[in-house]
């Protein structure tokens, strides 16, 4: 069992640690931690790594062909039915009648309406 010493040492390299966990890549909004502690003598190193959510694929899209989607990208929500998938994007047609390509890798959300 720890003495306090070595408890009071391992809190503060804890809340330490705490402190220095950053993103060091963000840019693609996947997001990378690295740190590096010292417990009881022993160096660990940690890298974490926490994904993008992948973009949808063809094939996980069949499920809305011919039907009312609302599609979510960075720069808005694009409304409308599912009319073709193609390898690196969507086609659909506004409710106002304006057909609108979208790329598969701009899309980060469906719904079906």
């Avoid at 402190?19 to 417990?39: E, K, V, Y």
């Avoid at 190193?45 to 973009?55: A, M, Q, V």
């Avoid at 009312?68 to 409710?95: C, H, K, N, R």
Wanted: with cysteine; charged share 20%.
């Amino acid at each position: 069992m720890a003495t306090n010493p070595q408890t009071e040492k391992l809190k503060k390299q804890l809340v330490a640690l705490t402190q220095r966990l950053t993103p060091t890549d963000s840019a693609n909004c996947g997001i990378d931690f690295s740190f590096m502690i010292d417990l009881l003598g022993i160096d660990l190193d940690f890298s974490i790594h926490l994904p993008c959510p992948s973009p949808p694929t063809p094939g996980g899209l069949e499920q809305y062909l011919y039907k009312e989607i609302a599609v979510t990208t960075p720069s808005e929500v694009i409304s409308g039915t599912l009319i073709a998938i193609q390898e690196d994007y969507i086609v659909m047609v506004e409710f106002d009648g304006s057909l609108v390509l979208i790329p598969l890798d701009k899309i980060e959300e469906v719904n079906e309406i």
